[in-house]
């Protein structure tokens, strides 16, 4: 498993932007399985976005897509969140995950779905609020 450091969170104001990075503390090169998720207390966890497999197919939770891009530039070892017209409903505590491919894989790339279970390394966190 991977060691995962997020950074850029913080407060911003509603309709601002924010780009959180995620960095692998090691190389990252056997890993094909990239996402953001959040949550808040109460809530179950909900994906945002991921990139999967080796031909890096990208799929973005319910709703996630008109605001929210992920990437890593080409480089496995650092992944990128990209926010815009950000509303007090998206503070929560956003985690990057990575993951090699597995038989599940697979399946999430068939379902266009971001399941948890094709990641194998987390992140502790790092915190936005969107406040005024």
């Known amino acids: 498993q991977l060691q995962l450091v997020e950074s850029g969170g913080g407060v911003v104001q509603p309709g601002g932007s924010l780009t959180l990075s995620c960095t692998a503390s090691?190389?990252?090169?056997?890993?094909?399985?990239f996402a953001w998720f959040r949550q808040t207390p109460g809530r179950e966890r909900e994906a945002i976005g991921c990139?999967?497999?080796?031909?890096?197919?990208?799929f973005y939770g319910t709703n996630m897509a008109a605001r929210f891009s992920i990437n890593n530039h080409g480089d496995k070892n650092t992944l990128y969140l990209h926010m815009a017209d950000l509303e007090p409903e998206d503070t929560a505590t956003y985690y990057c995950?990575?993951?090699?491919?597995?038989?599940?894989?697979?399946?999430?790339?068939?379902?266009?779905?971001?399941?948890?279970?094709?990641?194998?390394?987390w992140g502790q966190g790092t915190r936005v609020v969107v406040s005024t």
């Open positions: 990139i999967i497999g080796a031909a890096a197919q990208t």
């Open positions: 995950a990575f993951g090699q491919i597995t038989l599940q894989t697979t399946m999430a790339q068939m379902l266009g779905r971001c399941m948890e279970s094709i990641f194998d390394s």
């Open positions: 090691e190389s990252a090169q056997n890993y094909y399985n």
